[in-house]
């Protein structure tokens, strides 16, 4: 049972290349999202499935893409990299999406942006 | 929408020392205000939470109380030990999909 995995650990882009942060959980959770953190600022939430070709905007969902179309897998893919995305992302997953289930967060994926 | 605001941003103690933490939210419709401990390195993991029909919730040395009137809520970490040295989040909300963070406490116990 490995938990919430994203791929890659790092990764350095330049201004305008796109790519895709992978996660991927084995614990069968309905609910799946993407944060970045940034200095300072918290977690804010990007995107965020319900289930399996659900998927809805969080609080900063400008410039990245979501797809869910299987249970484990929840990509993110940033269309056009930007400086101002340079943050650390962290997929995190919950049984379902109500308060009474635990959120288990990712390892993160830090992101520079040149 | 809400809004989160967690103090202080750094919090100092020795160890056996108490710790608290403290957040304020907007939002009356929140509902839910979970904690997290992040370790440097890792991602966020839920210490403890308590909903808006709770005041106060009790769970070994860590203790989290909510005042729904005054909108603030707190989390308490008795005997303090150098392990609980970290980055302690709280949020609000109502549910996983709609929850805010504050910005974060980093927290140091001196042995």
């Known amino acids: 049972n490995a938990g919430v995995t994203q791929t890659p650990k790092f990764q350095v882009l330049k201004t305008g290349q796109s790519m895709t942060l992978q996660c991927a959980q084995d614990?069968?959770?309905?609910?799946m999202s993407w944060y970045r953190q940034d200095p300072g600022m918290g977690l804010r939430l990007i995107h965020y499935?319900?289930?399996?070709?659900?998927?809805d905007q969080g609080e900063v969902p400008n410039g990245y893409n979501v797809s869910r179309s299987t249970t484990e897998d929840f990509p993110l893919r940033l269309l056009s990299a930007a400086p101002s995305q340079t943050s650390v992302y962290f997929c995190?997953?919950?049984?379902?999406?109500?308060?009474?289930?635990?959120?288990?967060f990712g390892p993160g994926t830090r992101l520079t942006v040149l | 929408g809400e809004n989160v605001e967690q103090h202080p941003s750094t919090l100092s103690v020795q160890e056996g020392d108490s710790a608290v933490i403290k957040c304020t939210y907007s939002?009356?419709?929140?509902?839910?205000f979970p904690w997290y401990k992040q370790e440097l390195g890792k991602g966020p993991q839920l210490i403890i939470d308590?909903?808006?029909?709770?005041g106060e919730k009790k769970d070994q040395r860590i203790a989290v109380t909510l005042n729904k009137t005054a909108k603030h809520f707190s989390l308490h970490i008795t005997e303090t030990q150098p392990e609980d040295s970290a980055v302690y989040f709280c949020?609000?909300?109502?549910?996983?999909?709609?929850?805010?963070f504050g910005q974060g406490t980093i927290l140091t116990v001196h042995p």
């Open positions: 308590i909903r808006s029909n709770v």
């Open positions: 949020a609000g909300g109502t549910s996983y999909g709609k929850l805010t």
């Open positions: 939002d009356s419709a929140s509902n839910y």
């Open positions: 614990m069968n959770h309905e609910y």
């Open positions: 499935s319900v289930g399996a070709g659900i998927t």
């Open positions: 995190a997953s919950s049984v379902t999406s109500g308060p009474a289930e635990t959120q288990y």
